[in-house]
C-alpha cells in the first residue's frame, strides 16, 4: 500500500466530495436529518457514529429490524452520523438515495462514504500517481458497467471494462462465452485494438481500479493478470523482464506495468444467505494465488504490488473522521462547538470495522470505540478483534452508546 499517496487522495477527495454535495444542499435542509425542531439552543454532542451498512443497517438490500430507529433517534436528538461502508458500485448520491428509500428516513448524501471514494482523487493524481483524468483506465467489478458510470462521474474520460476486451476477443477467455448476452447489453467498442503486430498501437492501460467485486472471476482474473505481465501495460504484449532474478521481485512489475488498486479487502460479506458470502477480499486472495502460481510468488521473491483503501486501513478512517467533524461544523455553524470526543463504530465484521476503529489513531483528539452487531458476518464465539461490546443489532448498539456518553434524552426500555 503506498499510504502518503492514498492519504492526499482521501484529503482531496474529501474537499470534492464535501463541495459538490454540501454546497448543493441547503441549510435547512441538511440540518433536517440530523436537528430537533425546537427553537432554543441545542445541546451540543460531542460524540458521533459511523455505522458500516450490509449487516447493520441492511441485509440484501433489506431493513435489519431496529435500523431506521436507531438513525432516526439520533436524528430527532441532533447526533452526527456518517455511514461508513466497504461496499460500493454505485454513486454516492445514488446509493445514499437507495437506502433513505429502503429505510424510509431522509438522509444527506454528505454522510455516506464508499470504498471507492478516493478514486475520484486519481482522476487529478497523487503523491503516487500522475493524474489520470485523460488516461485509459480499467475498470473491475460489479453488476453491468455500473461502475463505468461511476468512473465517469468522478472525471474518468477513457474506462474499459474486461466485458469491451471479451466482446472484441472472445478468445481472452472462452469459459465467458455462456455470459455473451449479458456483456452484450453494455459493452463498449474498445478505444484501441489489441494490435500484436504494432504494439504501439494497442490497446494500453494506466491503472487498474477493482471499484467492486468482480462477477465474472475468470474474465477479471484473466484480463488483469494480462496487464500485470504486459510491457507497459500494453494489452497482447509480454514484458520481456519478467522472471529476471538480477532484477527486484524478479522482474515482474517492473517495466511499467500500470498500478493496481483494490477499493476493499473484505473476504467476507453478510448476504441473503444465512452465511457469509465471499466478497472482494476473495476475488483478491485468488488473483493473489494465481499470481504467485504464476511467478513463483513469495518462496520465489516475488510479491504482488498492489494499493488497497477501505476499511481497516488508517486512511480511510482519517477520511471518516474528518468528514463528521465537517458535518458536525456545518450542522452547528452557529454554535459554540467543543471537540469531538468520542466516535462509536457500529459494525458487523471484526476484521474491517472493528479493527479498523481499535486500531485507528486519532489526529484531532477523538477516542474510537467499536461496537459488534450479531446481524451480519459475526454471528457470535470470541471475534479475532475485540469490540469495546458486542450487542444484537444496531438499535442495541445506538442505545448503549447513548447511555455510556450519558446523553440525557435517551429512554430506558
Excluded at 491503472?207 to 472471476?217: G, H, Q, S
Excluded at 511467478?295 to 498492489?306: D, Q, R, Y
Aim: proline fraction near 8%; hydrophobic fraction near 35%; glycine fraction near 10%.
Amino acid at each position: 500500500m503506498r499510504p502518503q499517496g492514498v492519504l492526499r487522495s482521501l484529503r482531496l477527495l474529501q474537499q470534492v466530495h464535501t463541495h459538490s454535495y454540501l454546497q448543493a444542499i441547503p441549510g435547512p435542509v441538511l440540518r433536517r436529518g440530523f436537528q430537533t425542531a425546537s427553537n432554543t439552543k441545542p445541546n451540543i454532542p460531542d460524540f458521533a457514529f459511523a455505522f458500516d451498512i450490509d449487516g447493520v443497517l441492511l441485509r440484501s438490500s433489506k431493513p435489519i429490524p431496529g435500523a431506521a430507529e436507531a438513525l432516526g433517534l439520533l436524528q430527532e436528538q441532533g447526533i452526527p452520523f456518517i455511514l461508513l461502508t466497504n461496499g460500493g458500485g454505485k454513486h454516492e448520491t445514488e446509493r445514499v438515495a437507495e437506502i433513505s428509500e429502503k429505510l424510509n428516513i431522509p438522509l444527506d448524501p454528505s454522510v455516506i462514504i464508499q470504498s471507492h471514494s478516493p478514486f475520484a482523487e486519481l482522476v487529478r493524481g497523487s503523491e503516487a500517481q500522475g493524474p489520470l483524468e485523460d488516461k485509459c483506465v480499467l475498470v473491475v467489478g460489479g453488476d453491468g458497467d455500473g461502475c463505468r458510470f461511476v468512473a465517469e462521474r468522478y472525471g474518468f474520460k477513457n474506462v474499459v471494462t474486461p466485458g469491451d476486451i471479451f466482446m472484441a476477443y472472445p478468445s481472452i477467455w472462452p469459459f465467458s462465452k455462456n455470459f455473451m448476452e449479458y456483456y452484450k447489453k453494455f459493452a463498449r467498442p474498445l478505444p484501441k485494438p489489441i494490435d500484436t503486430v504494432n504494439p504501439e498501437k494497442s490497446l494500453k492501460f494506466d491503472a487498474v481500479l477493482v471499484f467492486n467485486d468482480p462477477r465474472d472471476w475468470g474474465l477479471d482474473m484473466q484480463v488483469i493478470i494480462d496487464v500485470l505481465l504486459s510491457s507497459e501495460g500494453i494489452m497482447g504484449t509480454t514484458s520481456s523482464k519478467n522472471g529476471r532474478d538480477d532484477l527486484p521481485n524478479r522482474g515482474y512489475q517492473q517495466d511499467g506495468q500500470p498500478p493496481i488498486y483494490f477499493s476493499n479487502p473484505d473476504l467476507w460479506w453478510a448476504a441473503a444467505y444465512h452465511l457469509p458470502r465471499l466478497g472482494q477480499g476473495g476475488f483478491r486472495e485468488a488473483l493473489e494465488g494465481t499470481w504467485a502460481a504464476t511467478t513463483g510468488g513469495p518462496s520465489k521473491g516475488v510479491e504482488l504490488v498492489k494499493t488497497v483503501v477501505g476499511k481497516p486501513h488508517q486512511s480511510t478512517y482519517e477520511f471518516a473522521e474528518r468528514q463528521l467533524l465537517r458535518n458536525r461544523s456545518r450542522i452547528f455553524h452557529s454554535q459554540e462547538l467543543g471537540p469531538l470526543r468520542r466516535v462509536y463504530m457500529v459494525g458487523d465484521n471484526p476484521a474491517s470495522d472493528i479493527c479498523g476503529a481499535n486500531s485507528y489513531r486519532s489526529k484531532h483528539g477523538s477516542e474510537w470505540q467499536s461496537i459488534l452487531v450479531r446481524s451480519g458476518v459475526y454471528t457470535g464465539g470470541q471475534p479475532a478483534w475485540t469490540p469495546t461490546t458486542i450487542v444484537d443489532n444496531v438499535r442495541k448498539a445506538v442505545e448503549w452508546a447513548l447511555k455510556s456518553s450519558q446523553w440525557p434524552t435517551i429512554k430506558e426500555n
